[in-house]
């Protein structure tokens, strides 16, 4: 079964505060994402990435950067959070691009 | 874009009846399409994945049949059960290559009632 560690998983924050989420996969695959659930939006992808390095946009990325330090490691940055950034954050991993995701347990953020 | 239509927000079922629900896609290129089951306080996780040679995915009594006609990808169970509740999600990708994602639907809340 496919490892991905989130972290941490419960977080609160201010508006305006700074945040990241961290997210460390152990099963060598290439691909990497941060999702954001919300109730009646479903996931919605804010960012990805093919390898350590690379990111990509994905469908919500304002007001979130994210980098690939390495292979194992992708973290998702709030610079300035907002309460409309309030939400469960999903950290998955795939192999190639498009194929099966492996989800972490997820984080949820709170931003008061 | 490519996108994932689900048509049913809440579904509320009988232990025994069947279940369909509903998923319709629009994308450019070939694609493979996905379900994902999420249990309370879980992750998603994989459930069906479609093949590219028309055959029909099956697990844990749910199936799902690719229809390109009619850009399709429902999914069925012939019994429910209670272990059922859970929120499911159709999924879509591109026929693979660098930068290809999976794009989700909005997801559909089964529950399961004795």
């Known amino acids: 079964e496919a490892a991905v560690t989130q972290s941490p998983r419960n977080k609160v924050t201010v508006t305006g505060g700074n945040v990241t989420l961290s997210c460390r996969q152990t099963n060598s695959h290439n691909y990497m994402y941060w999702y954001r659930q919300d109730t009646g939006h479903g996931l919605r992808l804010i960012h990805y990435s093919y390898g350590a390095g690379n990111l990509q946009i994905g469908d919500v990325p304002d007001g979130y950067k994210a980098t690939r330090t390495t292979q194992e490691d992708f973290f998702l940055l709030l610079e300035l959070a907002s309460p409309s950034q309030t939400s469960l954050y999903f950290c998955?991993?795939?192999?190639?691009?498009?194929?099966?995701?492996?989800f972490g347990a997820g984080t949820r953020l709170s931003v008061l | 874009g490519d996108s994932v239509t689900q048509t049913e927000g809440l579904v509320t079922l009988t232990e025994g009846l069947p279940v369909m629900l509903n998923c319709t896609y629009q994308s450019t290129y070939s694609p493979f399409l996905f379900w994902y089951v999420q249990h309370l306080n879980e992750a998603p996780k994989l459930l069906l994945k479609s093949f590219t040679d028309n055959k029909r995915p099956e697990h844990q009594g749910f199936h799902a049949t690719l229809h390109k006609s009619s850009s399709s990808f429902h999914l069925q169970k012939s019994s429910a059960q209670l272990s059922d509740s859970a929120l499911y999600y159709c999924?879509?990708?591109?026929?693979?290559?660098?930068?290809?994602?999976?794009?989700f639907g909005k997801g559909a809340k089964l529950t399961v009632s004795p």
């Open positions: 999924a879509l990708s591109e026929d693979g290559g660098t930068g290809s994602k999976l794009s």
């Open positions: 998955a991993s795939s192999d190639r691009g498009g194929d099966t995701l492996y």
